[in-house]
């Protein structure tokens, strides 16, 4: 299985960016997906997450309606588009696949088993 983040860079505060996430080499349509991001010094934090069906997302606090989390199955790809952007988003963000439990949508690292290399988002003042 591979997880491949993309669409990090370096943007001004209050701007957008979309991040996207695709899988390979495993059934994408049985993974609940996640966002996570780290930020230097700290721990992993979660951002989002979404059900098999979309049926079902959870998002931090933090984020507050700014991001929203989305995939589309048929191309194997996870979504987060992120309006609003702060300093304090700067991260590197990480896509999460959560490939055996079932249709859970988990706010912590442990719920994922596998990763991506991470995209990295810096928001200027």
């Known amino acids: 299985v591979q997880l491949q983040a993309s669409g990090g860079g370096l943007v001004h505060t209050g701007t957008s960016l979309s991040l996207s996430c695709t899988a390979s080499g495993g059934p994408f349509i049985s993974w609940p997906m996640a966002w996570f991001r780290q930020a230097p010094g700290k721990e992993r934090e979660f951002v989002a997450a979404?059900?098999?069906?979309?049926?079902?997302?959870l998002y931090a606090e933090f984020v507050q309606g700014r991001f929203t989390i989305s995939r589309d199955n048929a191309k194997n790809t996870l979504y987060l588009q992120m309006s609003g952007l702060k300093p304090d988003d700067t991260a590197v963000y990480y896509c999460?696949?959560?490939?055996?439990?079932?249709?859970?949508?988990?706010?912590?690292?442990?719920?994922?088993?596998?990763w991506g290399q991470g995209t990295q988002v810096t928001v200027s003042s």
């Open positions: 999460g696949a959560r490939r055996s439990g079932g249709d859970l949508i988990l706010p912590y690292s442990d719920g994922y088993d596998s």
């Open positions: 979404i059900s098999i069906r979309m049926d079902r997302t």
